[in-house]
């Protein structure tokens, strides 16, 4: 059973930065898009950013673009995404899907409907 848990949240000023964790075990495949998608209460999951473990290719939404960069850690099989220049409106909380398939070139995230398996989520809150 696929298992994804996040970690890294927390409280940050404006202008901060932190870098979120998304550990996967119980992999079936070598074949999918690790996603990040940040959620407020009443409001619909937003897509944030991706990465494909085929081929390393990464998406951003615009909001986030130039400020934080999404990696992997193949041999861990852990996912990161560090935010950079952190704004109030990036207070969500985080989680963490996975979708298995073979995804390459990414010119976009998977919606979050499609994803087969989500971790718990961690708070992320920008304020001074």
């Known amino acids: 059973q696929v298992q994804l848990v996040e970690s890294g949240g927390g409280l940050v000023q404006p202008g901060g930065s932190l870098r979120l964790s998304c550990a996967a075990s119980?992999?079936?495949?070598?074949?999918?898009?690790i996603g990040w998608f940040r959620q407020v209460a009443g409001k619909e999951r937003e897509g944030v950013s991706c990465?494909?473990?085929?081929?390393?290719?990464?998406y951003y939404a615009d909001s986030v673009k130039g400020r934080f960069a999404i990696s992997r850690d193949n041999a861990k099989n852990t996912v990161y995404l560090q935010m950079n220049s952190l704004k109030p409106e990036d207070t969500a909380v985080y989680y963490c899907?996975?979708?298995?398939?073979?995804?390459?070139?990414?010119?976009?995230?998977?919606?979050?409907?499609?994803?087969?398996?989500w971790g718990q989520g961690t708070q992320v809150t920008v304020s001074s």
């Open positions: 899907g996975l979708l298995t398939g073979r995804y390459y070139a990414l010119e976009t995230c998977p919606p979050w409907y499609e994803y087969d398996d």
């Open positions: 119980g992999l079936t495949s070598e074949y999918y898009v």
């Open positions: 990465i494909s473990r085929s081929d390393g290719s990464t």
